[in-house]
């Protein structure tokens, strides 16, 4: 980072971010300048923080959507110095503003390295995770799922009825159910797989249609003429997946994902419990700002 651009509020807030920040930040190339201002890529990844995690690698993947980050930042960063220059910063609301936003930088910084340092290992947290299975196995009960394909006619016309039967009948005479569905479903997604919807449990679908769905048994068994809101269906029955308990390998993912935030959730309120402690309440002043915001009689 090229530190004499920075202001002092910058470089307190980046020491302590970056001391936490992910292994392996390398020196900073520049990635956009000017006479007196600098976005280097340490500055994109201290600003993709902000991002949700899965989503920081689908949206830096692109170069102009990093040059467009890039060029915000830049123009926030030459704001910023020229109202340094015109002594903004030592206005009191601007000077408590800046210091909340550094108390964000380093609190946030501060709890990522909480985060790393209370971490239990794997090990502990399966057997955390095993625990958890083995004393309530029904919560890890998976709903019975059924696979069909279907066919839809769209609209509820009479005319659109007459092409679901006639459809039908070819189909009681031995057509191709997915070659009909390419051709002539009105459901494009599910048509480009031969009326394949995969594999839904309950409350997935329409009613009308997950009755009959329900209703069907024998792999490659065809319904009647199903209306919903959407049209008129032909269903083919595949295959169905009865109600069980997921084995602990299957489970044991996102079992100790749900223990590890949980934990650290539980850290983060006993440090921010203890770091309240001996805290005194003006009660008076509490009240007097709340009335300050009271619309006037």
């Not at 799922?145 to 189909?171: D, M, N, Y």
């Not at 993912?253 to 959730?265: H, N, P």
Request: proline share 4%; net charge positive; glycine share 6%.
């Amino acid at each position: 980072m090229n530190r004499f651009l920075c202001t002092p509020i910058q470089r307190l807030a980046a020491a302590a971010l970056f001391t936490c920040a992910t292994p392996g930040w390398a020196a900073s190339p520049v990635l956009i300048e000017g006479a007196s201002v600098a976005i280097t890529a340490e500055d994109m990844q201290a600003d993709s923080l902000r991002m949700p995690a899965e989503m920081r690698t689908v949206i830096l993947q692109k170069p102009e959507t990093v040059l467009q980050i890039a060029s915000n930042l830049y123009a926030r960063r030459a704001f910023a110095i020229r109202a340094e220059a015109e002594g903004l910063d030592k206005d009191p609301k601007v000077a408590a503003a800046l210091k909340i936003a550094r108390d964000k930088v380093l609190s946030d910084a501060m709890l990522e390295y909480q985060d790393k340092k209370n971490a239990p290992t794997d090990e502990a947290l399966e057997g955390l995770a095993r625990n958890v299975y083995r004393a309530k196995p029904d919560r890890f009960r998976t709903e019975e799922e059924v696979r069909v394909s279907h066919i839809l006619f769209a609209g509820t016309v009479p005319e659109s009825r007459k092409l679901a039967e006639q459809a039908l009948q070819e189909l009681k005479k031995g057509a191709d159910f997915a070659v009909v569905a390419k051709e002539r479903s009105a459901d494009k997604a599910s048509a480009d797989k031969g009326g394949d919807l995969g594999f839904f449990a309950k409350g997935r679908m329409v009613p009308e249609f997950e009755t009959a769905a329900a209703a069907m048994q024998k792999p490659g068994e065809l319904s009647g003429i199903v209306e919903t809101k959407f049209g008129y269906h032909i269903i083919k029955f595949n295959e169905r997946k009865p109600s069980r308990i997921k084995t602990f390998e299957e489970a044991k993912s996102d079992l100790m994902k749900e223990i590890r935030l949980g934990l650290t959730q539980d850290a983060r309120s006993a440090e921010a419990q203890k770091m309240q402690e001996g805290a005194k309440v003006n009660q008076e002043a509490v009240n007097a700002f709340a009335a300050s915001y009271k619309p006037a009689q």
